[in-house]
């Protein structure tokens, strides 16, 4: 779930769960939609928390 960190006029800052996948990305993009519905203007999205987990090749 996102967790506000500063909301200000029109302008929210807010953070991504530590992981963001099928099961929980419709409920992301929700939470999103309902702070334009709320007037949000600029929306910043800080993914410091998502795993940085990458696919190793194979040799």
């Known amino acids: ?3 506000v ?3 200000h006029q029109g302008t929210v800052v807010a953070q991504l769960p ?3 996948d ?4 419709i409920l992301v993009g929700a939470q999103c939609e309902d ?3 709320q007037g949000c203007v600029i929306l ?7 795993g940085t987990s ?3 090749a194979s040799a």
């Open 1 to 3: 779930m996102l967790t």
């Open 5 to 7: 960190r500063m909301q």
């Open 18 to 20: 530590e992981q963001v």
């Open 22 to 25: 099928y099961d929980n990305a």
């Open 35 to 37: 702070l334009v519905r």
């Open 44 to 50: 910043v999205l800080d993914a410091c928390r998502l």
């Open 54 to 56: 990458t696919p190793r």
